[in-house]
């Protein structure tokens, strides 16, 4: 079964930039697009954007558009979430999810998550 | 603001069976699968409902899901204590290109 494990926490500045990683073990990697999804203190959940590793390609939230960049690299089976321009309403625990698919560019659920990651901007 | 809406709680004795509703639009949820995630405090959501009404391997039969028109609905039978976290649900909006999560609903077990 799959596993997603996520890098540490980390806390910024207001107006820098943070880079979290998500790799994943015991299941093709390639074969799926992963998503990235935040939850502020208290709050909902709340969609950032999806990579598929295979294309490269990312999609973004229209919220997050120019903050924010998701990569992915198929060698070491491992996605990235790189929020610039922090603000403290950036604080949240941010979350990789493997995406569940009925077609190659669907995004219909996700199935598998990682452990989150809390980003403190303070 | 969630664009899904749902109701902030809801709340029953043990053994009886609760439904959490959850209203969107013809762009979400009347033409893209509805999925359901249950998610207990300081732990990860874990898919429970995905394409509007199947079940993950794992997931009790307890859980179902139903769709109609621009609403579904998260259907918990035989509540437990267990069952005490939050529910959201979610859906791919084509207008607005992006997936949205309903706010979240509370789960009580009195």
């Known amino acids: 079964q799959v596993q997603l494990v996520q890098s540490g926490a980390e806390v910024r500045k207001p107006g820098s930039s943070v880079k979290v990683s998500c790799r994943a073990s015991?299941?093709?990697?390639?074969?799926?697009?992963f998503s990235w999804v935040r939850q502020a203190p208290g709050q909902g959940l709340e969609w950032m954007g999806r990579?598929?590793?295979?294309?490269?390609?990312?999609n973004y939230a229209q919220k997050f558009q120019g903050r924010v960049t998701i990569t992915a690299d198929t060698s070491t089976s491992t996605t990235y979430m790189e929020l610039s321009s922090l603000k403290s309403e950036d604080t949240a625990l941010y979350y990789c999810?493997?995406?569940?698919?009925?077609?190659?560019?669907?995004?219909?659920?996700?199935?598998?998550w990682g452990q989150g990651t809390m980003v403190t901007v303070s | 603001q969630s664009v899904l809406t749902q109701p902030p709680s809801v709340s029953a004795a043990p053994g009886q069976t609760v439904t959490i509703s959850c209203s969107g639009s013809?762009?979400?949820?009347?033409?893209?699968?509805v999925s359901w995630y249950q998610q207990f405090p300081g732990t990860a959501p874990k898919l429970l409902i995905y394409?509007?009404?199947k079940r993950p391997s794992g997931i009790s039969e307890r859980f179902s899901g139903s769709k109609s028109d621009t609403s579904a609905t998260l259907g918990i039978t035989g509540l437990q204590t267990g069952d005490e976290a939050d529910y959201y649900c979610a859906s791919w909006d084509y207008s607005l290109t992006t997936v949205l999560f309903g706010g979240g609903t509370k789960v009580t077990v009195l």
């Open positions: 015991g299941d093709s990697f390639s074969g799926y697009s």
């Open positions: 394409d509007d009404n």
């Open positions: 013809s762009s979400n949820i009347e033409t893209n699968y």
């Open positions: 999810a493997r995406v569940y698919s009925n077609s190659a560019y669907d995004l219909d659920a996700f199935d598998v």
């Open positions: 990579v598929i590793p295979i294309f490269g390609t990312p």
